[in-house]
């Protein structure tokens, strides 16, 4: 990967990150039953994954 690629991914995980803690602020699940927007953890760990794979599609491939 170049480094081009990786800052870009980054960048996708940490927008990810604040954007999955906003939805558990500003929506999240009060009871528990939520697996994923019930804690904060999840909530920011999830959207920074899907962040960085959400960034990563933008990264061209290098041609052999």
């Known amino acids: ?8 991914t980054v960048a ?5 990150a604040i954007a999955g803690y906003m939805y558990y602020v500003e929506i999240g699940c ?3 039953t939520c697996a994923i927007t ?4 999840n909530s920011t760990l999830y959207g920074g994954v899907m962040g960085g794979l959400l960034f ?5 491939s290098s041609k052999k």
Do not use: D, H, R, Y
């Not at 990967?1 to 870009?8: E, V």
């Open 1 to 8: 990967m170049t480094k081009k690629a990786i800052l870009l």
């Open 56 to 60: 990563n599609m933008f990264v061209k």
């Open 30 to 32: 009060l009871e528990g």
């Open 38 to 41: 019930s804690k904060p953890l």
């Open 12 to 16: 996708g995980v940490g927008i990810g």
